[in-house]
C-alpha cells in the first residue's frame, strides 16, 4: 500500500515534468534564439567609430573655446595691459601664417608653370618681396633663441624692442605709424649726404649740359622746389656711366645711399653693390607691373604702401597727393631703359626723395 502510493506520487510527479517540458523547452529555446526573433535594434542607438570621433573632436573644440573666452575675459579684466599686447602677438602669428601659406602658393605657381619673378603680377611680387624681409628679420630672433632657456631672454627684448626685432605685424596700430616715422627720419638723414655726393660728382661728368643741369637741379632741391618727371629724365644718362654709375660708386656713397633706402650700410662694398643693384631691381620691376595695373586699381593702404617704399612718409600724407605721387614716380621708373633689367640698373631718383623732406 505505502510502496503503491510512493510510485504513484513518482509518476505523478514525473507525468507534471513531462508536461511542463515542453513549455520549459520553448523558454529556453526563445532564450536562446531571442535575437533572431526580435525586431532589429535602431542604428541610432550604436553610433559608428567615426560619429563617436567626431563628437570627440566637436566637444573638445566647444570645450576649449569656453576655456579660451573664460582666459580672455580674465587676462582683459585684470592684466588689460598685458591683454592688449598678447591680443597683438597672437592676430600678428595669425597674418603671419597666412602671408606665408599665401607666398608658398605663389611659389608653387612658379615652380609649376615656370616663371620668373619679373613675370608676377604687382600684388604677387609684392607680397613676395615684403614676406622675404619679414622672414629675414624674423631669422635673427630664431637664432638667438635655439640656447636652452633663451626664449624667456627673446621675449623679454622683444617686448622692450618691437621695432628692431619685430615686424609689423606684431605692432600695435599707434606703433605702426610711430615706427614708420622713425624710419623715415633716418632716411631723411641720408638725403643730405646723398645730395652733397651728387654735386661733388657733378664736376666730375664730362658733358658740360647734363653737368650744368645737375647742378642746377641740385640747387632747386636743396631750396626747396619738387623736381618734376621732365626735370629728372634728361639726367638718367648721368646715371649708367661715369661717375654716378652704380659700378663707379665708393663705398661712401653706397653706404649713404643704403641709409636713404632704409637697407643696412654695414656690408663690404662689394656686398653692398650687389644689395644695391638687386634691390633697384625688385623696384624696378615693380613699377613695371604697377604701371600695367594701374594704380587706381589699388587700395589706399596699397598705395600708402608702394609710397614709403619708394621714399615718401605717406603716413601723414592724404591719398590723391600719394596718388599724384606715384604716378610721377612711374612715370620716371618705366622710362628707363630696357637694359637697366639686364645687369645695369639705375637707382630711383635721389633728388625726388630729398625734394620730399620739404612737403612734410
Known sequence: MALSRV???????????????????????LGRSGPAWRAPRSSKLHLSPKADV?????????KTRAINGTYHRFLGRHFPRFYALYTVFM???????????????????MWKHNIKFHQ??????EHLRQFRRDVSKCLFIGIISIPPFANYVVFLL??????????KHFWTPKQQVDFLDIYHSLRKQ???????????ASTLVSDERLQWHLTDLGIKVRNGTHPTAHDILPLRECFSTHPLGLNQLQAVQMRALSRAMLLTPYLPAPLLRWRLKS??????????????????????????????????????????????????WLQISCSLKVKNDRGKPLLPPP?????EEHFQ
Not at 7 to 29: D, E, I, K, M
Request: net charge positive.
Open 7 to 29: 510510485c504513484g506520487a513518482r509518476a505523478a510527479l514525473w507525468g507534471s515534468a513531462a508536461g511542463r517540458g515542453p513549455f520549459v523547452t520553448r523558454r529556453l529555446q
Open 54 to 62: 567626431k563628437n570627440l573632436v566637436s566637444f573638445v573644440v566647444t
Open 91 to 109: 592676430k600678428g602669428i595669425q597674418m603671419l601664417w597666412a602671408d606665408a601659406k599665401k607666398a608658398r602658393r605663389i611659389k608653387a605657381n
Open 120 to 125: 608676377l603680377s604687382y600684388r604677387e611680387m
Open 158 to 167: 622683444m617686448y622692450l624692442f618691437p621695432r628692431q626685432l619685430l615686424v
Open 190 to 200: 641720408a638725403h643730405s649726404e646723398v645730395m652733397t655726393y651728387l654735386e661733388r
Open 279 to 328: 634691390h633697384t631691381t625688385v623696384i624696378h620691376q615693380l613699377d613695371r607691373a604697377l604701371a600695367k595695373l594701374g594704380i587706381g586699381q589699388l587700395t589706399a593702404q596699397e598705395v600708402k604702401s608702394a609710397c614709403y617704399l619708394r621714399g615718401l612718409n605717406s603716413t601723414h600724407t592724404a591719398d590723391d597727393r600719394c596718388r599724384t605721387w606715384l604716378g610721377e
Open 351 to 355: 633728388f625726388k626723395q630729398e625734394a
